[in-house]
């Protein structure tokens, strides 16, 4: 017999009991965390609460087949997670997903660009957009749901979380169990308070399927619409609703639009482009309340100043906020919202994972530098380079974006399906597409990687290409680009991630944008070399 130490002894017995409970429900054991990716070099390591004695009920009285992992959510996250999961082999009769949609997962971002094209335009629709499209993968229809071996538990939202007994109560009073637990919620749309009319008819949201479907009905008879917010929401919708020729207004408390990311001459272009389509906006201003005609129906937009605008739809995208419903007891984070979680996307219970929107995870963006040595000789091997690295970011993030919520999705499972142990590193990304409904004269398609702050260098006259460079003491640390090709966009997250040293007055006298990003991509060269 091979000797075997106490630690590996009670990993195999636990992982056997974990089997036995989750498909038999007899335990004598219940871990709360995946033990095999704690095995390392030899040895075992658990967390501390990661074993508790326990009885389980009957396994007739949970209400899904698949219990080892579960999923709570089925937004652009749970579909890629359970991509990761297939791709390592433990989907088929382990992973259970469980949704409030009635849709398998879908690349949500088409709610507010192509799903909206009117109906002579080629609009997007399901089965068109499941996930993994938005990245080249393959499209994820319920079919192959079924096909992996997964379990979907569709319009059925989870009501309730027991840590102790690793149990979830469904709306429905179904009882589900889990193994692991992977909370992939995402964020519900902020909204007006009814008392000013935030829940009128012909008053819109837009965060899934049901919301877009509820937005087109209206615009079928609409005649004036207002959105209300000049974020990425207000854009693309508004965007999408001139190619409906319906008089639209935008309407925001701040000077520009999207102030969080544009500086006041790029938004001015934006707004210009805007404005020739139709648009019009009304900028630097507050909502009193939304007014109502006789029938009920949502009538106009009545503003602080007193002034109303008419409207017969009004579409309200002031941001969003985390879906945290009954998973605030898992462990909150009080100064960007969402569960807090590690680089590998635990929160502070073994065994529950939150990823993608309704995470709050430490945003640590390393930058890889190779620096050139002298030609050195060590036991018979020439030694030309050494890598160092440096980190630029070092803070606890909460990024509502769908680059994000593939990449924390792949992340947290393969951190929990093998020994995969490094901290998450993600570049904030933000990007927009629109105007792109068959027969739109300009089409709108920007990136930006980075970081927005110091000091900014724009270059080119929006005709159609526009950049954006943020420098701080010198140091290029953000970059947007309008419609660029698909080599000039590839440069951007290199630009950012590596952060080099930039001659901000070549840069200002750069004659095109293409000058400019040359001048960009020299400043890397010149960093490797230093």
């Given at each position: 017999m091979i000797?075997m130490s106490?630690s590996?002894?009670?990993l195999?017995m636990a992982?056997?009991s974990n089997?036995?409970?989750?498909k038999h429900?007899?335990?004598l054991?219940c871990p709360?965390?995946?033990?095999l990716?704690?095995?390392?070099r030899?040895?075992?390591?658990?967390?501390?609460?990661?074993?508790r004695?326990?009885?389980?009920v009957?396994?007739s009285?949970?209400?899904?087949e698949?219990r080892?992992?579960?999923?709570?959510?089925g937004?652009?996250?749970a579909g890629?997670?359970a991509?990761?999961f297939?791709?390592?082999g433990?989907?088929s009769g382990k992973l259970?997903i469980?949704?409030k949609?009635?849709?398998a997962?879908y690349?949500r971002?088409a709610?507010?660009?192509a799903y909206l094209f009117?109906?002579?335009?080629?609009p997007?629709?399901?089965?068109?957009?499941?996930?993994c499209v938005g990245t080249g993968?393959e499209?994820?229809t319920p079919?192959?749901?079924?096909?992996?071996?997964?379990?979907?538990l569709y319009?059925?939202?989870i009501?309730n979380?027991?840590?102790?007994?690793?149990?979830?109560?469904?709306?429905?009073?179904?009882l589900?169990k889990?193994g692991?637990?992977?909370?992939?919620t995402?964020?519900?749309?902020s909204?007006?308070?009814?008392?000013?009319?935030?829940?009128?008819?012909?008053?819109?949201?837009i965060?899934?399927v049901?919301?877009?479907?509820?937005?087109?009905?209206s615009?079928e008879k609409?005649k004036?619409?207002?959105?209300?917010g000049?974020?990425?929401i207000?854009?693309e919708?508004?965007?999408?609703?001139s190619?409906?020729?319906?008089?639209?207004?935008?309407i925001?408390?701040?000077?520009?639009l999207?102030p969080?990311?544009?500086t006041?001459?790029?938004?001015?272009?934006y707004e210009?482009?805007y404005?020739d389509?139709?648009v019009?906006?009304?900028?630097?201003?507050?909502?009193k309340n939304l007014?109502a005609g006789?029938?009920?129906?949502?009538?106009?937009?009545?503003?602080e100043?007193?002034?109303?605008?008419?409207?017969?739809?009004?579409?309200?995208?002031?941001g969003?906020?985390?879906?945290?419903?009954?998973f605030?007891?898992?462990g909150?984070?009080?100064?960007?919202?969402?569960?807090?979680?590690?680089g590998?996307?635990r929160?502070?219970?073994p065994?529950?994972?939150a990823?993608g929107?309704v995470?709050a995870?430490?945003?640590?963006v390393c930058?890889?530098?190779?620096?050139?040595?002298e030609n050195?000789?060590?036991h018979?091997?020439?030694?030309?380079?050494r890598?160092?690295l440096?980190q630029i970011y070092?803070?606890?993030s909460?990024?509502e974006h769908?680059?994000?919520a593939?990449?924390?999705?792949?992340?947290?499972?393969k951190?929990?399906?093998?020994a995969?142990?490094?901290?998450y590193?993600?570049?904030?990304?933000?990007?927009s597409?629109?105007f792109e409904?068959?027969g739109?004269?300009?089409?709108?398609w920007?990136?930006?990687?980075?970081?927005?702050v110091?000091?900014t260098v724009?270059?080119?006259n929006f005709d159609?290409?526009?950049?954006?460079?943020?420098?701080d003491s010198?140091?290029l640390k953000?970059?947007?680009?309008?419609?660029?090709?698909?080599?000039?966009?590839q440069?951007l997250?290199k630009?950012?991630?590596?952060?080099?040293?930039?001659?901000k007055?070549?840069?200002?006298?750069a004659?095109?944008?293409?000058e400019a990003?040359?001048?960009?991509?020299?400043s890397l060269?010149?960093g490797?070399?230093?």
């Amino acid at each position: 017999m091979i000797p075997m130490s106490s630690s590996v002894r009670r990993l195999i017995m636990a992982s056997i009991s974990n089997t036995l409970s989750l498909k038999h429900g007899l335990s004598l054991w219940c871990p709360q965390s995946t033990p095999l990716n704690r095995i390392h070099r030899g040895s075992c390591s658990f967390p501390s609460r990661s074993f508790r004695r326990c009885f389980t009920v009957s396994a007739s009285s949970f209400a899904n087949e698949n219990r080892e992992f579960v999923i709570v959510g089925g937004g652009n996250s749970a579909g890629y997670a359970a991509r990761t999961f297939v791709e390592h082999g433990m989907a088929s009769g382990k992973l259970c997903i469980v949704s409030k949609e009635a849709y398998a997962p879908y690349e949500r971002p088409a709610l507010t660009k192509a799903y909206l094209f009117p109906l002579d335009k080629k609009p997007a629709r399901l089965p068109g957009f499941h996930t993994c499209v938005g990245t080249g993968g393959e499209r994820q229809t319920p079919d192959w749901y079924k096909e992996q071996g997964i379990e979907m538990l569709y319009e059925d939202p989870i009501v309730n979380v027991d840590t102790e007994k690793q149990t979830l109560k469904t709306n429905s009073g179904k009882l589900l169990k889990y193994g692991s637990l992977i909370i992939a919620t995402g964020c519900s749309a902020s909204r007006f308070p009814d008392k000013i009319g935030g829940n009128l008819p012909g008053v819109h949201y837009i965060r899934d399927v049901a919301d877009a479907d509820s937005l087109i009905s209206s615009l079928e008879k609409a005649k004036k619409v207002v959105v209300v917010g000049g974020g990425y929401i207000g854009m693309e919708v508004a965007a999408a609703t001139s190619g409906w020729n319906l008089d639209t207004t935008v309407i925001f408390p701040e000077d520009h639009l999207m102030p969080r990311l544009f500086t006041p001459s790029l938004a001015q272009k934006y707004e210009k482009l805007y404005q020739d389509y139709g648009v019009k906006f009304v900028k630097g201003t507050s909502i009193k309340n939304l007014e109502a005609g006789p029938d009920g129906h949502v009538s106009g937009v009545k503003l602080e100043n007193g002034s109303t605008i008419e409207a017969d739809t009004v579409v309200i995208g002031i941001g969003a906020k985390p879906a945290v419903g009954p998973f605030e007891k898992i462990g909150l984070n009080s100064s960007v919202g969402g569960i807090q979680v590690d680089g590998q996307f635990r929160t502070g219970i073994p065994g529950i994972f939150a990823i993608g929107d309704v995470a709050a995870f430490p945003l640590k963006v390393c930058s890889f530098y190779e620096l050139k040595v002298e030609n050195l000789v060590f036991h018979g091997v020439m030694i030309s380079r050494r890598v160092k690295l440096k980190q630029i970011y070092d803070r606890i993030s909460r990024v509502e974006h769908v680059d994000h919520a593939r990449r924390s999705a792949q992340h947290c499972v393969k951190s929990l399906l093998t020994a995969h142990t490094d901290t998450y590193d993600y570049l904030p990304y933000f990007y927009s597409r629109v105007f792109e409904y068959e027969g739109s004269p300009r089409k709108v398609w920007w990136q930006f990687f980075g970081d927005n702050v110091g000091e900014t260098v724009q270059i080119g006259n929006f005709d159609p290409k526009v950049a954006t460079f943020w420098i701080d003491s010198g140091i290029l640390k953000g970059v947007l680009l309008e419609s660029g090709t698909a080599e000039e966009f590839q440069l951007l997250p290199k630009l950012a991630r590596s952060q080099p040293s930039i001659d901000k007055a070549k840069l200002q006298n750069a004659s095109s944008v293409e000058e400019a990003l040359e001048i960009a991509r020299a400043s890397l060269q010149v960093g490797a070399a230093d």
